[in-house]
């Protein structure tokens, strides 16, 4: 087994950054936002069938996606990476479903 410089050999072994900085912030922490942390929500997805759990529509439902929108809102970016690996989730349990509908579904209203 070859062994990289800078990485532990436990199981959740992190990798070491140049200067030892390892899973540290990227940035000064920031204790203001704690109030902006998202709440718990009912509207969930219900797998494999991919419905909200808190009022049955197809998931990412409209109340879901507004608390998205405010829970990544300075964040656009991780929201579309986020909601892109939900559509490979979703794609693999919905095979019976059109590439083009999953993707306006999960994707098309971040425009």
């Known amino acids: 087994m070859r062994r990289l410089p800078g990485v532990v050999g436990t199981a959740h072994a992190v990798p070491l950054l140049p200067g030892g900085l390892g899973d540290q912030p990227a940035g000064p922490v920031d204790d203001r936002g704690a109030a902006r942390r998202p709440r718990m929500t009912t509207h969930g997805p219900v797998l494999p069938i991919w419905s909200c759990g808190g009022c049955d529509a197809p998931w990412p ?6 608390e998205l929108r ?3 809102d300075d964040a656009p ?5 986020y909601l892109g690996a939900q559509l ?6 919905l ?4 590439a083009g509908a999953l993707h306006r579904r999960f994707l098309g209203w971040l425009r």
């Open 95 to 98: 095979t019976w479903a059109p």
């Open 88 to 93: 490979v989730r979703a794609s693999e349990d």
């Open 77 to 81: 970016i991780s929201l579309a990476i």
């Open 61 to 66: 439902c409209r109340t879901r996606q507004r």
């Open 70 to 72: 405010a829970e990544f």
